[in-house]
């Protein structure tokens, strides 16, 4: 089953810790993103990436990582510098990453409650 | 000025009716449009791209003016499981997508 999934569902966490959410997929997609979705608001970009060992600064990306060692994966770090970390995370990825559109593909997300 | 709007509703209505959304965006630079549809809880998945000349698909059909920069969703005989969130979605280059907030739907019997 192709697909691509994230673990934990649910997690929480004491402030100032640091935290790493996961995300594998298994199309053999070159792009990852990670969203972040807030009540009342859009999904907003954190980082996304093209292709292994690459990734680029999305809109909102101060107080978060993240790494790109393998094209599976694109775990994503929330750092105690995030100011407001609690969130609905999304992880998307998508055949290419490159000028012409592909769609994107939603993991099942992970819900962080920090305390 | 949010670059894509939504009526954030909620929309009830009974089983059966039609039942209208509409988004603006802010770019008029932007290169695609999309209707995605989200469960509570769940993540959004794509329902229909939307097209110029407006498309239909069953039930949902989607209108684009790009001159007022104006997208819309129709669905018709609504169902029950049609109660979600519906995202505005506007493609600005490359891979990068704007998310509107959502509209929510929920249909009642």
């Known amino acids: 089953d192709g697909g691509i999934t994230q673990s934990p569902k649910y997690l929480f966490r004491k402030e100032g810790q640091n935290v790493t959410l996961s995300c594998e997929q298994n199309?053999?997609?070159?792009?990852m993103y990670w969203y972040r979705q807030d009540p009342g608001q859009g999904l907003r970009l954190i980082y996304y990436s093209q292709i292994v060992n690459d990734f680029q600064k999305g809109d909102i990306a101060e107080g978060y990582s993240v790494s790109r060692e393998k094209k599976e994966s694109f775990p994503l770090t929330v750092t105690s510098a995030q100011k407001n970390p609690t969130a609905f995370y999304l992880c998307?990825?998508?055949?290419?990453?490159?000028?012409?559109?592909?769609?994107?593909?939603f993991g099942p997300g992970t819900r962080l409650t920090v305390l | 000025r949010k670059e894509v709007e939504q009526d954030p509703g909620p929309f009830n209505v009974p089983e059966g009716a039609t039942v209208a959304f509409n988004c603006t965006y802010s770019n008029s630079a932007s290169q695609s449009f999309f209707w995605y549809r989200q469960d509570c809880r769940k993540e959004p998945k794509l329902l229909m791209s939307v097209y110029s000349s407006g498309n239909e698909d069953g039930r949902f059909t989607a209108q684009l003016n790009r001159a007022s920069q104006y997208i819309s969703l129709l669905i018709r005989d609504s169902k029950l499981s049609d109660s979600a969130t519906y995202l505005c979605?506007?493609?600005?280059?490359?891979?990068?997508?704007?998310f509107g907030a959502g509209t929510i739907l929920r249909v009642k019997s």
């Open positions: 979605v506007v493609r600005e280059y490359g891979n990068k997508l704007v």
């Open positions: 199309l053999n997609h070159d792009a």
């Open positions: 998307a990825s998508s055949i290419g990453g490159g000028r012409t559109y592909n769609e994107q593909f």
